[in-house]
């Protein structure tokens, strides 16, 4: 089998997910860099890749995905290394419950609405930041209530949740505001205390 390609860009949140998720199985990969925020547009050959024009796309041996979740399911289930999903039907359905609330309610607010506005903007949307402060508030105490006793969200297994979770609030606490926010959630912060301290954090960390 041949290596297999990620397509994108060391910034982005959902490329990082995919390179954890890669890291931590123990894949050899190639990182072909994408920049979908370039001046004059997409590439037009990464369309074939990802039609919506979104980071990251995967390849291997002529297989073709995007989509982050269907990207990082595969990594796990076609390739040796330790496992990142629960066998037990409930907490596989409590990771991919995790994993969609991110997906639907985190990334935006978390990344978008907060870090992002009060990061880049000259003048930033503080309506947009106190919005998205409250989505992300209701996020950490929801991921709080779901997440089992023991290190990581499922309890003793790493998993994708945690893959999934650490690179969108990794993104979050580059602001104060989001510091303090993830510090209300005492369980929370202690657990991406310990994903940060992870090799596979650490290697896809972007300078900055
Ligand atoms: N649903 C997609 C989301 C991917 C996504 O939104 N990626 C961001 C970078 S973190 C992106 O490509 N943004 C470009 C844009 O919004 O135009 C997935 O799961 O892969």
Redesign the pocket.
């Known amino acids: 089998m041949t290596k297999p390609i990620l397509y994108g860009a060391d910034h ?4 990082r997910i995919a390179r954890m998720t890669l890291e931590e199985k123990g894949i050899d990969y190639e990182l072909v860099p994408v920049d ?2 370039a001046a004059d547009g997409i590439p037009g050959w990464y369309l074939e890749h990802h039609p919506f ?4 796309a995967f390849e291997h041996d002529g297989f073709r995905l ?4 269907a990207i990082t399911r595969y990594a796990d289930e076609a390739f040796d290394g330790p496992a990142l999903q629960p066998k037990d039907p409930r907490a596989r359905a409590r990771m991919n419950q995790i994993i969609g609330m991110l ?1 639907a309610y985190a ?1 935006r607010s978390m ?1 978008w609405d907060v870090a992002v506005e009060r990061l880049e903007k000259e003048a930033p949307d503080e309506a947009m930041i106190a919005s998205g402060l409250s989505h992300a508030s209701t996020a950490l105490r929801t991921l709080s209530s779901l997440k089992a006793p023991g290190p990581w969200l499922l309890g003793d297994q790493l998993t994708l949740a945690d893959l999934h979770a650490a690179p969108i609030i990794g993104y979050f606490v580059k602001v104060a505001e989001g510091q303090s926010l993830l510090a209300r959630f005492a369980d929370i912060e202690d657990w991406y205390a310990r994903m940060a301290e992870r090799a596979s954090f650490a290697k896809t960390e972007k300078a900055d």
Do not use: A, N, Q
């Open positions: 982005s949140v959902y490329v979908v925020f024009g979104r980071i990251p995007f989509e982050t979740g997906d990334y990344v």
